[in-house]
C-alpha cells in the first residue's frame, strides 16, 4: 500500500478545517443544498493557516475519541459488525461534505500513517477501503437537492479516472462524491484505467472536465502524448503526488490544489467559468 494519493506528507488538518475553509453562511457550513449563487461565489482558497477560523456550525465535531478507539479495535480485529458500528456513528447526522472531509479523509490519511508505521498491513488497508466504499456510496445514493429542483438544467459533466496501474482511488472516489453533492454529473471510472478508454468515455459523456489522479508522474509521462491530445478536446485537470510542475508542463494539464476539499472548490470555481450558464 501506499499513502493516500492526494493527501501530501505532513498535512494532515483537523476536521474542522474544512469548515473554517468556507465563508459564513456557505453551504458547507450550513449543510443547506447548493445554489447558483452560492456555485458562483466559488472560488480558490489559499492555505489554511490564511483563513480565519469561522464561526461554530450546528455539526457536531465528528471526531469522538471513544468511538475511533472502537473503529480503529475493530479494523485491527477486521470486526466488520463492529467497524460497521462505529463509522455509521462518526457519519451519524453529517451532510456528506462533513462526512467525506472531516471524517473520511482525515482516516485515510491515518490509514497511511499507520501503514508507514509497520502498524497496519495492506489486508487492514483493503478492509477498510472496501467497508468505507460501501457507506460512501450508500451516503450518494439520493440525488443532489439542487439537481431534483431543476432537473432540466444540464449541469457540468466531469470524468475522474486513476491512469492505469494506479490503484489507489479512495481520495479521488471521495472528490467525485464531493462534486456530485454540488450538482456536478460526475462520471467516476476509479482505479487502473487506460488513458484511451478515459478519453473515449470522456467523448461519449461529452464531459467538461477530466480528472486523473497519480502518485507517481510516470503514470502521467508514460503517456504524455495520449494526454496533449485529451487536454486538447477537454479540461484536464491532474492530481496526486505525481503531478509535479515538471509533469504538468509535459502533458499540458492543470495541476489541482493538493488538499481534496480545496479542489473540489477550485474545480467548481472552473466549472463556472467554463460553462458560464450553469
Not at 469548515?19 to 492555505?47: I, K
Not at 449541469?155 to 450538482?183: K, T
Not at 478515459?198 to 459523456?205: G, M, Q
Request: hydrophobic share 45%; glycine share 6%; charged share 20%.
Amino acid at each position: 500500500m501506499t499513502r493516500c494519493p492526494w493527501w501530501p506528507p505532513g498535512r494532515t488538518p483537523g476536521p474542522s478545517a474544512w469548515r473554517r475553509a468556507a465563508p459564513c453562511g456557505s453551504p458547507l457550513r450550513t449543510g443547506r443544498p447548493w445554489s447558483r449563487g452560492w456555485l458562483s461565489r466559488a472560488e480558490p482558497l489559499t492555505t489554511l493557516e490564511e483563513v480565519p477560523a469561522g464561526r461554530s456550525t450546528h455539526y457536531r465535531s465528528p471526531v469522538d475519541t471513544t468511538t475511533k478507539e472502537e473503529l480503529w479495535a475493530a479494523v485491527e480485529a477486521f470486526d466488520t459488525d463492529a467497524a460497521e458500528l462505529a463509522i455509521a456513528k462518526l457519519l451519524w447526522d453529517i451532510p456528506l461534505s462533513g462526512a467525506v472531509a472531516g471524517v473520511v479523509l482525515p482516516f485515510l490519511a491515518e490509514v497511511g500513517d499507520r501503514w508507514e508505521a509497520g502498524t497496519l498491513s495492506v489486508a487492514h488497508e483493503h478492509f477498510v477501503s472496501d467497508m468505507l466504499r460501501r457507506k460512501l456510496t450508500a451516503l450518494s445514493s439520493v440525488p443532489p437537492q439542487q439537481v431534483l429542483d431543476d432537473a432540466a438544467a444540464r449541469p457540468p459533466v466531469v470524468l475522474l479516472a486513476c491512469p492505469a496501474g494506479e490503484r489507489h482511488d479512495m481520495v479521488l472516489l471521495c472528490v467525485a462524491l464531493m462534486l456530485r453533492e454540488r450538482g456536478v454529473r460526475v462520471l467516476f471510472l476509479g482505479a487502473d484505467t487506460p488513458i484511451p478508454a478515459v478519453a473515449s468515455a470522456a467523448r461519449a459523456a461529452r464531459a467538461d472536465a477530466v480528472v486523473l489522479a497519480a502518485v507517481r508522474p510516470t503514470a502521467f509521462t508514460a503517456r504524455a502524448t495520449t494526454l496533449r491530445r485529451l487536454a486538447q478536446d477537454h479540461a484536464l485537470y491532474v492530481a496526486g503526488r505525481g503531478a509535479d510542475e515538471q509533469t504538468v508542463a509535459e502533458i499540458g494539464a492543470t495541476a489541482l490544489p493538493a488538499d481534496p476539499v480545496r479542489a473540489v472548490v477550485f474545480l467548481v470555481g472552473a466549472l463556472m467559468e467554463l460553462s458560464g450558464s450553469w
